[in-house]
T-cell receptor
Framework: AQTIHQWPVAEIKAVGSPLSLGCTIK??????LYWYWQATGGTLQQLFY??????VESVVQLNLSASRPKDDQFILSTEKLLLSHSGFYLC?????????????FGPGTRLTVL | GDSVTQTEGPVTVSESESLIINCTYS????????LFWYVRYPGEGLQLLLK?????QKGSSRGFEATYNKETTSFHLQKASVQESDSAVYYC??????????FGLGTRVSVFP
């Protein structure tokens, strides 16, 4: 069975500090990977997606970057956090690519920027 | 861009009563998007409840139903008789080929015995 793990579970960071959030998918080779973000009271917004190792596409610009260093790993990062980065970050994967593909979500990381 | 509007929560309903969560969509990037309902139960991750990819079709799961209506651009979620275990946050979502999923704000549903 496939499992998706996100780390850390929660993070409290200062404005201007760096950030790195991680996501690992086990039990599935060559998954399509996604990062979503949800501000408090807001909707889930897709930030990035990756179809293959080393390739990441940006969907929404939030002064964040993403990388896929391994087939099963997706990293979200920034060198300088903003207050507006606070929220809930979800990683997801899908087996198929396309608008009808079911996405499987991780437990999420709650980020508070002070 | 694409957008999804759904019933604003929280919604409170008694066990065995009926539930409907309204969802309407606007798809500018694709004529007939794929439509989904995702659900997050307390303490669990977001998971797919049902999906419909063909206009006019109905999807169903766990006693919930939703019909893809392209005339009214709606995808309302309904259940005839809810249980306490249906307490969750429900998200309507639209999928197109290139941009993945566009979600609504989510509707928190609380079912009381």
């Amino acid at each position: 069975a496939q499992t998706i793990h996100q780390w850390p579970v929660a993070e409290i960071k200062a404005v201007g500090s760096p950030l790195s959030l991680g996501c690992t998918i086990k039990g599935k080779s060559s998954p399509n990977l996604y990062w979503y973000w949800q501000a408090t009271g807001g909707t889930l917004q897709q930030l990035f997606y990756s179809i293959t190792v080393g390739q990441v596409e940006s969907v929404v610009q939030l002064n964040l970057s993403a990388s896929r260093p391994k087939d099963d790993q997706f990293i979200l990062s920034t060198e300088k956090l903003l207050l507006s980065h606070s929220g809930f970050y979800l990683c997801a994967w899908s087996q198929d690519w396309g608008g009808d593909a079911e996405q499987f979500f991780g437990p999420g990381t709650r980020l508070t920027v002070l | 861009g694409d957008s999804v509007t759904q019933t604003e929560g929280p919604v409170t309903v008694s066990e065995s009563e009926s539930l409907i969560i309204n969802c309407t969509y606007s798809a500018t990037s694709i004529a007939y998007p794929n439509l989904f309902w995702y659900v997050r139960y307390p303490g669990e991750g977001l998971q797919l409840l049902l999906k419909v990819i063909t206009a006019g079709q109905k999807g169903s799961s766990r006693g919930f139903e939703a019909t893809y209506n392209k005339e009214t651009t709606s995808f309302h979620l309904q259940k005839a008789s809810v249980q306490e275990s249906d307490s969750a946050v429900y998200y309507c979502a639209l999928g197109n080929y290139a941009q993945g999923l566009t979600f609504g704000l989510g509707t928190r549903v609380s079912v009381f015995p």
